[in-house]
């Protein structure tokens, strides 16, 4: 083991946050149960905001970035864990209160880890990660509420060439939905066609304001981008459908009325992949692991060096990033 090994640091600068390679070493990291040799992390939008500075994402520093990791236990305090068990991290406040996965080692708590499903490689959970984990709890609520089925009716995925759009896209076409995608790059289009799209929608079309009330649609949507688009999207669903909410990428405010939730049922289901319940992820990977195809996971993703996070950072929140990007921590 090295004494001294690589990170991506955020620290403030003049009073803003600014991020940057950094060698710790294992007296540096926080003093918790299981101490993991970090495989792969990713390249999620809230990474993006933290390590560019366009959000103040991490809420204390110094502090280590990457909200997801996979990897191997080195060591472990906890009877839950031993030496060469092979994890997943997801949430829990990593790069935001906690240390995250831009670090050759880290240490964690035992409740925060779960067990790699076995259908998975380490480089293949990372090509899911918390974006696919989040699409996995969106489609199970979706599910839950009880009112998608696989008939003619559409679902809508938001933000569909992202990471949860993919991977959402990937898990409704597996189970049988009639899927349609909404994005503003055309020549995705073939991209989410493989990966189970059979219809397309122009982002530009929800993104501009509507009625409260329009033709309805949508027996349920996974939305990733909020504002407008998520106005859109409720007041387009059909009576007692619902609305899996997970992201803000067009922004915070939701400009709409409570109309669609009080003359025709229409749920808006939060989804928050941070602190969800550990059972809750548990069935998200069983989801995931039963119905997305590895060779869709091939599709979804590409795997960059640890060295070009800085520059992916900065794509990832200028919207130039297709699908997922799997980081290598340790070759």
């Not at 964690?108 to 959970?125: N, R, V």
């Not at 059979?198 to 509507?210: I, M, P, Q, T």
Request: hydrophobic share 45%; aromatic share 6%.
């Amino acid at each position: 083991m090295s004494d001294t090994f690589q990170a991506m640091v955020i620290d403030m600068a003049d009073g803003k946050p600014q991020a940057g390679f950094r060698q710790l070493s294992l007296s540096d990291l926080p003093d918790h149960d299981v101490l993991v040799e970090v495989h792969y992390s990713t390249v999620n939008y809230k990474d993006g905001l933290a390590l560019t500075g366009k959000g103040r994402i991490a809420r204390r520093t110094p502090m280590v970035g990457g909200i997801d990791l996979a990897g191997i236990v080195v060591e472990s305090r906890s009877d839950k864990w031993a030496p060469g068990d092979k994890v997943i991290v997801n949430g829990w406040g990593l790069s935001e209160t906690e240390w995250g996965g831009y670090s050759r080692f880290q240490r964690l708590k035992a409740e925060w880890l779960i067990a790699l499903p076995e259908t998975f490689s380490l480089s293949q959970a990372m090509a899911i990660g918390t974006a696919g984990y989040t699409a996995a709890l969106c489609v199970n609520a979706l599910e839950d509420w009880g009112t998608v089925t696989n008939d003619d009716r559409e679902i809508l995925v938001t933000g569909a060439a992202g990471g949860v759009g993919s991977v959402a896209i990937s898990l409704l076409a597996d189970k049988g939905y009639k899927v349609t995608a909404s994005t503003g790059r055309p020549e995705t289009w073939d991209y989410l066609g493989s990966l189970g799209a059979s219809a397309f929608v122009d982002r530009a079309s929800l993104s501009e304001k509507g009625g409260p009330l329009q033709k309805e649609r949508w027996a349920g949507v996974i939305d990733s981008v909020g504002s407008t688009t998520l106005a859109n999207a409720l007041s387009q669903t059909v009576y007692g459908g619902a609305v899996a909410a997970c992201g803000l990428a067009a922004g915070a405010d939701l400009p709409a009325t409570v109309l669609p939730h009080i003359l025709r049922g229409v749920a808006l289901l939060g989804i928050d992949s941070v602190m969800a319940p550990m059972p809750k992820r548990i069935r998200a990977w069983q989801t995931l692991a039963e119905h997305l195809k590895a060779e869709r996971i091939g599709t979804l993703a590409r795997i960059e060096p640890f060295s070009q996070l800085p520059s992916l950072a900065q794509d990832i929140v200028q919207g130039k990033i297709r699908g997922r990007v799997v980081v290598e921590i340790a070759p």
